[in-house]
């Protein structure tokens, strides 16, 4: 016994699939690209990095001499790591 044909309406809702599917793809390039331009462009003024680490030292220094709270240390610590930049 043979196998049952596609049906026409079938076929339309496949292809119907894969065109979305190909327009989901190439929106997501689109993005990806957009954004990939906005990344080389800073959008907020440059930290000097090692000024960072500096502070981060000190912090810890801060915090083992009992200068600081747990809580004071958690939230500068949670700033500076928002400010530092990893390559």
Partial sequence: MARPRTTVGKLQRDQAKREKARAKQEDR?????????????????EEDQEALLAQFARLHEDLAD?????????????????RLRVD
Avoid: C, H
């Fill in 66 to 82: 009992g200068r600081i709270s747990i809580d004071d240390f958690e939230s500068r610590q949670d700033d500076l790591r928002r």
């Fill in 29 to 45: 390039l689109a993005r990806r690209a957009a954004s990939s331009e906005t990344d080389g462009v800073a959008s907020a003024p």
